[in-house]
């Protein structure tokens, strides 16, 4: 089972090695120009560097949080590489994060005396929704009149913001924070519980391994699933095939959303425990270097997640401690992902190889366009 | 109530900061319509935009003038799209996640730049653009003051979109940026270098946006803040697709977007009884509205985001 799970997550298998070389060549890269840029604001990049790797995995409190970080990275993540496989690129998921906590919050907040095996699971799946319906938007809109879903999702990203914003600061506000504005703790019947007290790594964690297995199997193990992936490969092709294109778009975009939505729920239940405006860091745009580093496959999402909790981590603690200038973890998620799309490109690949090879349909990169 | 509402929205103030607000974000459609009509999506514009805001700030602060600091800015959008140009013209990558990718990245870059440079003392107050009224023009009712009484940079933007109309519509070199995006390979058939169009209509693109970005740290704030352009890149994707490629359509829709802008502050800064949330949400409600609303009567260049390999 485990090595079938393996063997399925770094398909095709021509490209195995492939898929390992390239997102590692592509942190190499961008770590690489990163040290130009600290060395030129007068930092010794290798000391930062060595800095930033003892604070993410060096002491068991370190890797706690840098797993924890990783929780709503590989989520969110899944949230990108589950449309990209149907060919949609999710930018939406800061704001299906954002409505996702909102309602796993709301059954936080407003079911009591429920025991924590009831009232964890109800909290967890109105996140699900919560961020589903939120997906399930731009998918509609697509499949039924051809909007871009790039551009629905980002509307909907600041839309979602401003909601949450408003309630937070007016009807859901919690009376007796004077300063803050936020909302009431959640009981601990819908928090998600420690798992290992040292390292303060919450129950957050198994929520996001199940994701992570459930959607793999779901996209190489079912139906939809199936489905999913003609579509990715070429829409007219799927709808030739006698498959319901709109409706593998709106399903996508659904479990996607819902898994962004899980994303901002482990993050409120998990690490904060009350909703504010201000709790997500841009983990829905992190997201979409995680699901590509991740090569949109479930299993390289998790270690793609792990990867940026950890860079995260590191890059906060050495902003604390050093002085390094903020903005090194985004420049550094920017340029991987530069790099790794500048690596898959077929001009280079053929350059590499000296031989000219007819373009032939690659199922696990479905091309995006605007359409 | 309705004098109360047409004195809000309908004073000389309203209709003047609607323009204000429009005419980054018409430059910056400009660029995309002459980049996209070339076939090449650019949603990287935001981080152009900001690498624009920096760029312009900067290049005022040393300098010590708005105008270089306009050219710094232009450069530092150009330098950003000649990335994205390599990458997705050169090495024929997916247009766009390298768009995505250095959204991300610029974000970082920029506030990191600004931070190794500025340090975090108060921000300094560059040299910046002031209204300029224009002699006569300024003296009509009502258009005067509006549309000529602004900043210099608002009156370069009625001039950009004038000739990028006509550039498009009317000269040989407009004809070859819509044949390679509309067929490249027959445009390269008749000896147009595709990739050589598209370099320069991305890195125009580049220009423009960061022009746009100019607007922002040497028309409004006059210095420069962390993600600054709040967006309104992608707003600007949204009013080219509403526009249908057409640069004097986009002016039009910026000019509406920049009017949802300024209801939003008015909101704000009247108190009303609507929660300012709202206020600030109605320009991005009204892009999605008019986007549905639009939906299907656009028609998008045929070979936009598709990569040109030559065999």
């Known amino acids: ?371 | 109530m309705w004098i109360i509402l047409s004195q809000l929205f309908f004073s000389i103030d309203f209709l003047s900061a609607s323009v204000r607000f429009a005419m980054p974000l018409a430059s910056a459609s400009v660029g995309e319509i002459i980049s996209e009509r070339g076939g090449i999506v650019n949603i990287g514009l935001e981080g152009m935009m900001l690498a624009g805001a920096l760029g312009g700030m900067m290049g005022a602060y040393f300098l010590g003038d708005p105008w270089l600091g306009l050219l710094c800015g232009m450069a530092a959008g150009a330098i950003v799209a000649a990335v994205h140009a390599f990458v997705v013209i050169t090495l024929a990558a997916d247009q766009v996640v390298s768009g995505a990718a250095l959204n991300i990245a610029l974000l970082g870059l920029t506030n990191f730049i600004y931070r190794a440079i500025f340090g975090i003392e108060e921000r300094p107050i560059v040299a910046h653009f002031e209204p300029v009224a224009i002699p006569l023009l300024s003296r009509i009712p009502v258009v005067g003051p509006v549309f000529f009484n602004q900043i210099p940079l608002v009156y370069l933007t009625y001039g950009l979109v004038i000739v990028a109309a006509i550039f498009i519509m009317r000269t040989r070199w407009g004809l070859e940026v819509q044949a390679v995006g509309e067929h490249p390979r027959a445009a390269d058939s008749v000896g147009i270098s595709v990739s050589r169009v598209r370099y320069l209509t991305v890195i125009v693109c580049g220009l423009l946006a960061g022009m746009a970005g100019t607007f922002f740290s040497l028309g409004q704030l006059h210095t420069f803040i962390e993600g600054m352009t709040g967006g309104r890149g992608f707003i600007v994707l949204a009013v080219v697709i509403v526009a249908n490629w057409s640069p004097t359509r986009a002016a039009l829709a910026a000019l509406m977007f920049g009017a949802a802008e300024a209801v939003g502050l008015r909101i704000q800064a009247l108190n009303v009884g609507v929660p300012y949330q709202l206020a600030l949400a109605f320009p991005y409600l009204l892009t999605l509205t008019v986007y549905i609303g639009l939906a299907g009567r656009s028609r998008m260049p045929r070979a936009l985001g598709l990569a040109y390999i030559k065999d």
């Open chain 1, 1 to 371: 089972m485990f090595r079938d799970l393996l063997h399925q997550a770094f398909a095709p298998r021509s490209r195995q090695l492939q898929s390992l070389i390239l997102p590692l060549a592509a942190v190499l890269a961008a770590l690489v120009v990163g040290g130009v840029m600290i060395s030129l604001a007068g930092f010794k990049p290798l000391q930062i560097y060595a800095w930033m790797l003892d604070a993410a995995a060096g002491t068991p409190q370190g890797l706690g949080v840098s797993v924890t970080n990783a929780i709503p990275l590989i989520l969110a993540g899944l949230g990108v590489a589950l449309p990209f496989r149907c060919g949609l690129l999710n930018i939406g998921g800061e704001g299906q994060i954002y409505i996702g906590a909102l309602f796993a919050t709301l059954v936080g907040l407003s079911l009591h005396g429920l025991p924590i095996y009831v009232h964890l699971p109800l909290a967890l799946l109105a996140g699900f929704i919560g961020g589903g319906i939120w997906g399930a938007i731009p998918g509609y809109l697509r499949a039924s009149r051809g909007l871009n879903e790039i551009i629905v999702t980002i509307m909907l990203n600041y839309i979602g913001f401003w909601i949450i914003s408003f309630l937070v600061h007016g009807p859901m506000k919690d009376p007796e924070s004077y300063g803050y504005s936020w909302t009431m703790k959640v009981p601990v019947s819908a928090q998600l519980p420690f798992i290992i007290r040292v390292a303060r790594l919450n129950l957050g964690i198994v929520v996001a391994l199940l994701a992570a297995g459930v959607t793999h199997y779901l996209l190489w193990h079912t139906v939809p699933g199936f489905e999913m992936r003609a579509v990715g490969a070429g829409s007219q092709t799927a709808r030739f095939a006698g498959i319901r294109v709109g409706r593998s778009t709106v399903l996508s975009m659904f479990i996607g959303g819902g898994l962004a939505g899980l994303a901002g729920t482990s993050v409120i239940l998990g690490v904060q425990y009350r909703l504010s405006d201000f709790f997500s860091p841009g983990y829905g745009f992190t997201a979409i270097a995680v699901a590509l580093v991740g090569q949109t496959s479930p299993l390289g999402v998790v270690f793609a997640g792990l990867f940026f909790g950890g860079l995260q981590n590191g890059v906060n603690s050495a902003q604390r401690s050093l002085g390094i200038p903020m903005g090194v973890a985004l420049s550094l998620q920017g340029l991987i992902l530069l790099f790794m799309i500048a690596g898959q490109s077929l001009t280079l690949i053929r350059w590499l190889r000296k031989k000219r090879t007819a373009r032939r349909v690659d199922y696990s990169q479905p091309a995006v366009l605007l359409d």
